[in-house]
């Protein structure tokens, strides 16, 4: 299962071209409203989520978890309790970590980024706390990947498939979409 967890002000881009991506990789991804099920982007598209934090349940089935950007929604997203244990949960057990745009910032603030490559907007690298900042769309390191913003958004959820399946898939995936 993968956690897409989405804020007031989420980038709407960042969170649902890596949900349809994902799904169309058939992976069971669950959006996850932080506090309630209904959820306004930074540019004012509503979401109905699947599921709210306070019903999430972290344990084995869990692959991954992935923070969008966008502001304020990841100041929202590094606030919430339930989304740190979500972190703390995946880096103790290696479960697989995708931040777009600022949410990389909130790995960088926990010092989890030291010594990986990683991506983030433009202005955030010095949030990204020791990391070896990669210039490049996004950026795998073990498994934390990072992405830099909505127009780098299908290359986020190509790399997560990459990481969660197989590179195959991913440019099985790309090649579909007529993503080049």
Known sequence: MIYVF???????????????????????VVTVG???NTVTGSHKI??????TTDKIVLDDSLEMIVLPGGM?????????????????????????????????SILGHKG????RKAVCYTGFEKELTGAVIADCP????????TSRGAGTALD?????????DSKALSEQ???AILFE
């Open 6 to 28: 989405l804020a007031d002000g989420f980038e709407e881009t960042e969170a649902t071209a890596p949900v349809d991506l994902l799904r169309r990789a058939k992976k069971d």
């Open 138 to 145: 996004a950026v795998a390191d073990g498994n934390i990947v």
């Open 173 to 175: 995936i790309k090649s």
């Open 72 to 104: 304020p929604g990841t100041l929202n997203l590094e606030a919430d309790e339930t989304v740190q244990k979500a972190i703390d949960f995946c880096i103790e057990n290696n479960k697989i970590i995708g931040a777009i745009c600022a949410a990389p």
């Open 156 to 164: 986020f959820g190509l790399k997560l498939i990459e990481v969660l």
């Open 112 to 115: 989890l980024l030291k010594g």
């Open 34 to 36: 932080v506090g309630k």
């Open 46 to 51: 509503t979401v109905l989520t699947d599921t």
